[in-house]
């Protein structure tokens, strides 16, 4: 720890291990690591914040997980995902999921590797969910009423029966 002029400590251990985290990710991803920014306390109350992105373009997606870190807090990543022309807009025209570990960067930098699998299995995810729409496979699918009756009794007690109020009332 080191003292850096304001009446607070700022813990050098942590921030390394916050650092080793992103570059471990970004090396297992195959892609260069990604800016590193920290917010430093200004006043006795300020908490410290470190953000870590990792950009991974390409076949047409734009991808960008974001590593959020705060002493001794959980740690915090983001997801999201922009495909063809959505990569010049805000990501707004994309998916973005945010995930809330429950444990620290200290706890998760040892899975760091299994952590970079699991950001790639999210990130299939966001690709075949953000190409929804731009296909003819939706617009072209037509399932038989019979078949979703089918289902909805095989699967009774995983399908809701809720009935919206608008729809209950007519």
Do not use: C
Not at 39 to 52: C, E, H, R, T, V
Not at 79 to 102: P, Q
Not at 138 to 160: C, D, H, I, K, T
């Amino acid at each position: 720890m080191t003292f850096d002029g304001s009446g607070k400590t700022i813990d050098l251990q942590g921030v390394a291990s916050f650092a080793s985290l992103v570059e471990l990710l970004s090396q297992e991803l195959g892609v260069p690591a990604g800016r590193m920014q920290g917010q430093l306390p200004s006043g006795p109350d300020a908490f410290n914040q470190l953000i870590g992105e990792i950009d991974m373009n390409s076949q047409g997606f734009t991808r960008k997980l974001s590593v959020i870190s705060k002493p001794g807090a959980p740690l915090s990543l983001r997801f999201a995902t922009k495909w063809g022309a959505e990569r010049t807009a805000n990501i707004a025209g994309g998916i973005v999921a945010d995930y809330f570990l429950s444990a620290t960067v200290e706890q998760v930098l040892p899975q760091g590797r299994a952590l970079a699998r699991y950001v790639e299995d999210i990130f299939a995810v966001q690709d075949r969910m953000v190409t929804l729409g731009y296909g003819s496979k939706l617009s072209g699918m037509n399932v038989p009423s019979s078949q979703l009756e089918a289902f909805e009794r095989s699967e009774e007690s995983m399908v809701s029966a809720h009935v919206p109020k608008s729809d209950a009332n007519t």
